[in-house]
């Protein structure tokens, strides 16, 4: 498979050691996006795990935690527009596993600034991770091929 892009030497344990380049120029943009997005809170928790976060620093938190969650959703919207226009016959299949992201996400969220304790931030990063690079790698790659197929040229998107 075509690799896309090298992810720096700060990316934990490998977990996004590459992003696979999905052939909709609009879609890859936004997976770097949400990845620059991922490793920014990756390396807020790393330094906020060291004390106790202040009344700030759980600011910066939240606000890191809204600007992701609300640009994964305009990403899943961008991606399910263009699987519904072009007919992707997985695209129920797809759009659960967002939607599945939401509710954990949204769950995690709550949990996390209701009991403002730190050890949930850290799952958060960990889950964050691995789903974000399982999903563009694994489940994303799905529709690239059918897009292709359906004419979707990269300078077309
Ligand atoms: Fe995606
Ligand atoms: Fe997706």
């Not at 720096?8 to 120029?25: A, C, F, K, M, T």
């Not at 305009?74 to 797809?94: D, G, N, Q, T, W």
């Not at 889950?127 to 563009?136: A, E, I, N, Q, Y």
């Amino acid at each position: 498979m075509k690799t896309m892009k090298k992810v720096p030497h700060r990316s934990p344990n490998h977990i996004l050691d590459h992003l696979e380049d999905v052939y909709v120029p609009v879609l890859n943009k936004q997976h770097q996006e949400l990845h620059r997005c991922l490793l920014d809170f990756n390396d807020l928790v790393d330094y906020l795990s060291k004390k106790r976060p202040t009344p700030e620093e759980w600011k910066k938190i939240k606000e890191t935690m809204d600007f992701l969650g609300n640009y994964a959703k305009e990403h899943f919207a961008s991606e399910e527009l263009l699987m519904r226009k072009h007919s992707f016959p997985k695209l129920a299949e797809h759009k659960k596993e967002h939607d599945d992201f939401v509710r954990k996400y949204g769950e995690l969220y709550h949990y996390l600034f209701d009991h403002g304790d730190i050890l949930c931030v850290v799952d958060a990063k960990f889950f964050l991770l691995h789903w974000f690079s399982h999903h563009v790698n694994h489940i994303d790659v799905e529709y690239r091929e059918h897009f292709r197929q359906c004419g979707l040229l990269n300078d077309h998107c």
